[in-house]
Protein backbone atom coordinates (compact mmCIF):
# COMPACT_ATOMS: atom_id res chain seq x y z
CA UNK A 1 0.00 0.00 0.00
CA UNK A 2 1.51 3.32 -0.67
CA UNK A 3 1.80 5.47 1.96
CA UNK A 4 3.89 8.08 4.31
CA UNK A 5 4.34 7.81 7.36
CA UNK A 6 4.84 10.34 10.17
CA UNK A 7 6.02 9.44 13.96
CA UNK A 8 5.21 10.37 16.42
CA UNK A 9 1.64 11.18 15.96
CA UNK A 10 1.30 13.69 18.98
CA UNK A 11 4.46 14.89 21.11
CA UNK A 12 4.44 17.37 23.94
CA UNK A 13 7.77 18.54 24.76
CA UNK A 14 9.61 21.28 26.82
CA UNK A 15 10.97 24.53 25.25
CA UNK A 16 14.42 24.05 24.29
CA UNK A 17 14.31 20.11 23.93
CA UNK A 18 15.72 18.87 20.60
CA UNK A 19 13.09 16.39 18.64
CA UNK A 20 12.82 14.93 15.33
CA UNK A 21 9.38 14.05 13.42
CA UNK A 22 10.29 11.34 10.91
CA UNK A 23 8.66 10.85 8.03
CA UNK A 24 9.19 7.65 5.91
CA UNK A 25 7.23 7.13 2.10
CA UNK A 26 7.35 3.81 0.57
CA UNK A 27 6.64 5.06 -3.55
CA UNK A 28 10.19 6.30 -4.52
CA UNK A 29 9.05 9.58 -4.38
CA UNK A 30 11.70 11.68 -5.46
CA UNK A 31 9.93 15.17 -4.26
CA UNK A 32 9.36 15.32 0.01
CA UNK A 33 8.20 17.91 1.99
CA UNK A 34 7.21 19.32 5.46
CA UNK A 35 4.41 21.92 6.13
CA UNK A 36 2.67 23.09 8.96
CA UNK A 37 -0.87 23.96 9.54
CA UNK A 38 -2.15 26.74 11.88
CA UNK A 39 -6.11 27.91 12.42
CA UNK A 40 -6.97 30.14 9.92
CA UNK A 41 -3.46 30.11 7.86
CA UNK A 42 -3.84 26.65 5.63
CA UNK A 43 -0.58 24.62 5.21
CA UNK A 44 2.26 26.69 5.25
CA UNK A 45 5.71 24.80 3.65
CA UNK A 46 8.73 24.60 5.76
CA UNK A 47 10.86 22.69 3.95
CA UNK A 48 11.14 20.95 0.76
CA UNK A 49 13.46 18.16 -1.07
CA UNK A 50 14.10 17.50 -4.72
CA UNK A 51 15.94 14.68 -4.07
CA UNK A 52 18.45 13.09 -1.70
CA UNK A 53 21.03 15.55 -0.41
CA UNK A 54 19.04 18.74 -2.13
CA UNK A 55 16.68 20.35 0.15
CA UNK A 56 15.51 23.93 0.02
CA UNK A 57 13.47 26.43 2.19
CA UNK A 58 9.77 26.78 2.00
CA UNK A 59 7.81 29.85 3.42
CA UNK A 60 8.73 29.49 6.75
CA UNK A 61 11.59 27.36 7.72
CA UNK A 62 12.67 29.25 10.85
CA UNK A 63 13.43 27.43 13.90
CA UNK A 64 13.77 23.89 11.82
CA UNK A 65 15.89 21.78 9.95
CA UNK A 66 15.51 18.58 7.56
CA UNK A 67 18.16 16.08 6.01
CA UNK A 68 17.57 13.97 3.01
CA UNK A 69 20.36 11.11 3.26
CA UNK A 70 18.08 8.93 2.22
CA UNK A 71 15.01 8.92 -0.71
CA UNK A 72 12.57 7.54 1.35
CA UNK A 73 13.29 9.61 4.37
CA UNK A 74 13.07 13.17 5.33
CA UNK A 75 12.83 13.98 8.94
CA UNK A 76 11.86 17.31 10.62
CA UNK A 77 14.63 18.53 13.05
CA UNK A 78 13.88 20.98 15.84
CA UNK A 79 16.49 21.99 17.36
CA UNK A 80 15.42 24.37 20.06
CA UNK A 81 11.54 24.02 20.28
CA UNK A 82 9.70 27.20 21.18
CA UNK A 83 6.12 27.48 22.25
CA UNK A 84 5.07 29.57 18.87
CA UNK A 85 5.70 26.18 16.75
CA UNK A 86 3.41 24.47 18.45
CA UNK A 87 0.91 23.29 15.89
CA UNK A 88 -0.26 20.45 13.27
CA UNK A 89 2.58 18.90 10.80
CA UNK A 90 2.26 17.02 7.85
CA UNK A 91 4.85 15.16 5.62
CA UNK A 92 3.87 15.09 2.14
CA UNK A 93 5.45 13.04 -1.28
CA UNK A 94 4.46 13.98 -4.52
CA UNK A 95 6.23 11.83 -8.30
CA UNK A 96 8.04 15.54 -9.04
CA UNK A 97 5.80 18.47 -7.04
CA UNK A 98 3.68 18.83 -9.71
CA UNK A 99 1.44 15.57 -9.35
CA UNK A 100 -0.54 14.33 -6.44
CA UNK A 101 0.92 14.88 -2.86
CA UNK A 102 0.84 12.39 -0.89
CA UNK A 103 0.09 13.02 3.26
CA UNK A 104 1.30 11.75 6.06
CA UNK A 105 -1.40 11.11 9.34
CA UNK A 106 -0.03 14.46 10.82
CA UNK A 107 1.72 15.09 13.87
CA UNK A 108 0.37 17.04 16.81
CA UNK A 109 2.61 19.03 18.30
CA UNK A 110 2.49 21.13 21.38
CA UNK A 111 5.79 23.39 22.77
CA UNK A 112 5.29 24.47 26.79
CA UNK B 1 -2.23 39.08 -0.94
CA UNK B 2 -1.89 35.23 -0.66
CA UNK B 3 -1.03 33.30 -3.50
CA UNK B 4 -4.13 30.71 -3.25
CA UNK B 5 -7.21 32.21 -1.43
CA UNK B 6 -10.48 30.73 -0.63
CA UNK B 7 -13.64 31.60 1.41
CA UNK B 8 -13.68 29.94 4.33
CA UNK B 9 -17.12 29.10 4.84
CA UNK B 10 -19.01 27.75 6.27
CA UNK B 11 -21.14 26.85 3.72
CA UNK B 12 -24.41 24.96 5.53
CA UNK B 13 -25.48 23.08 2.91
CA UNK B 14 -29.09 20.71 3.16
CA UNK B 15 -28.87 17.28 2.58
CA UNK B 16 -29.10 16.88 -1.00
CA UNK B 17 -28.85 20.19 -2.52
CA UNK B 18 -25.87 21.88 -4.31
CA UNK B 19 -23.01 23.56 -2.94
CA UNK B 20 -20.60 25.84 -5.25
CA UNK B 21 -17.43 27.63 -4.42
CA UNK B 22 -14.00 29.19 -6.05
CA UNK B 23 -10.61 29.66 -5.06
CA UNK B 24 -8.34 32.24 -6.74
CA UNK B 25 -5.06 32.21 -7.66
CA UNK B 26 -2.27 35.01 -7.91
CA UNK B 27 0.52 33.34 -10.00
CA UNK B 28 -0.56 33.27 -13.96
CA UNK B 29 2.33 30.32 -15.00
CA UNK B 30 0.62 28.22 -12.35
CA UNK B 31 0.96 24.42 -13.65
CA UNK B 32 -1.21 22.06 -11.80
CA UNK B 33 -4.63 22.55 -10.07
CA UNK B 34 -6.43 20.35 -7.25
CA UNK B 35 -9.27 19.92 -4.78
CA UNK B 36 -8.10 18.15 -1.84
CA UNK B 37 -10.34 17.20 1.25
CA UNK B 38 -9.86 17.07 4.77
CA UNK B 39 -11.49 15.99 7.56
CA UNK B 40 -11.30 17.40 10.97
CA UNK B 41 -7.14 17.73 11.83
CA UNK B 42 -6.79 14.56 9.94
CA UNK B 43 -4.62 14.56 6.33
CA UNK B 44 -5.28 15.97 3.72
CA UNK B 45 -6.36 13.73 0.74
CA UNK B 46 -7.18 14.04 -2.93
CA UNK B 47 -10.66 14.43 -3.77
CA UNK B 48 -9.24 15.46 -7.88
CA UNK B 49 -7.29 16.77 -10.41
CA UNK B 50 -9.10 19.90 -12.14
CA UNK B 51 -8.02 20.09 -15.85
CA UNK B 52 -8.14 22.88 -18.24
CA UNK B 53 -11.46 21.39 -20.03
CA UNK B 54 -13.26 20.82 -16.64
CA UNK B 55 -13.94 17.30 -15.10
CA UNK B 56 -16.39 15.43 -13.30
CA UNK B 57 -16.03 12.51 -10.62
CA UNK B 58 -18.98 11.60 -10.07
CA UNK B 59 -21.28 14.36 -7.76
CA UNK B 60 -18.40 16.66 -7.90
CA UNK B 61 -17.84 18.68 -10.84
CA UNK B 62 -14.70 21.04 -11.15
CA UNK B 63 -13.94 23.42 -13.69
CA UNK B 64 -10.51 25.80 -14.04
CA UNK B 65 -10.97 29.37 -15.62
CA UNK B 66 -7.13 30.10 -16.77
CA UNK B 67 -7.98 33.81 -18.07
CA UNK B 68 -9.77 34.88 -13.99
CA UNK B 69 -7.54 32.30 -12.34
CA UNK B 70 -9.68 30.98 -10.30
CA UNK B 71 -11.02 27.10 -10.00
CA UNK B 72 -14.57 26.17 -8.55
CA UNK B 73 -15.97 23.14 -6.96
CA UNK B 74 -19.60 22.14 -7.32
CA UNK B 75 -20.85 19.36 -5.26
CA UNK B 76 -24.53 18.01 -6.35
CA UNK B 77 -26.99 16.10 -3.98
CA UNK B 78 -24.59 16.74 -1.16
CA UNK B 79 -24.33 13.76 1.83
CA UNK B 80 -24.06 14.52 5.09
CA UNK B 81 -20.24 12.44 4.65
CA UNK B 82 -19.26 15.41 2.48
CA UNK B 83 -18.88 17.72 5.47
CA UNK B 84 -15.03 18.27 5.76
CA UNK B 85 -12.81 20.98 4.59
CA UNK B 86 -12.16 21.45 1.13
CA UNK B 87 -8.42 22.56 -0.06
CA UNK B 88 -7.69 24.46 -2.83
CA UNK B 89 -4.07 23.04 -4.43
CA UNK B 90 -2.03 24.91 -7.22
CA UNK B 91 1.10 24.14 -7.93
CA UNK B 92 4.06 26.85 -9.19
CA UNK B 93 7.60 26.28 -10.70
CA UNK B 94 10.37 26.57 -8.45
CA UNK B 95 13.43 25.57 -10.96
CA UNK B 96 12.46 22.55 -12.83
CA UNK B 97 10.43 21.46 -9.69
CA UNK B 98 7.09 22.45 -8.79
CA UNK B 99 6.14 23.61 -5.54
CA UNK B 100 2.35 23.25 -3.77
CA UNK B 101 0.28 26.31 -2.95
CA UNK B 102 -2.55 25.76 -0.30
CA UNK B 103 -5.29 27.72 0.43
CA UNK B 104 -6.38 27.97 3.57
CA UNK B 105 -9.66 25.74 2.46
CA UNK B 106 -13.17 26.20 2.60
CA UNK B 107 -15.44 24.31 5.17
CA UNK B 108 -18.70 22.53 4.23
CA UNK B 109 -21.16 21.87 6.91
CA UNK B 110 -23.97 19.13 5.33
CA UNK B 111 -27.44 19.22 7.81
CA UNK B 112 -30.13 17.06 7.80
Known amino acids: EAQVTQNPRYLITVTGKKLTVTCSQN?????MSWYRQDPGLGLRQIYYSMNVEVTDKGDVPEGYKVSRKEKRNFPLILESPSPNQTSLYFC???????????FGQGTRLTVV | RKEVEQDPGPFNVPEGATVAFNCTYSNSASQSFFWYRQDCRKEPKLLMS???SGNEDGRFTAQLNRASQYISLLIRDSKLSDSATYLC?????????????FGAGTQVVVTP
Open chain 1, 27 to 31: MNHEY
Open chain 2, 50 to 52: VYS
Open chain 2, 89 to 101: VVTSTTDSWGKFQ
Open chain 1, 92 to 102: ASSRDGYTEAF
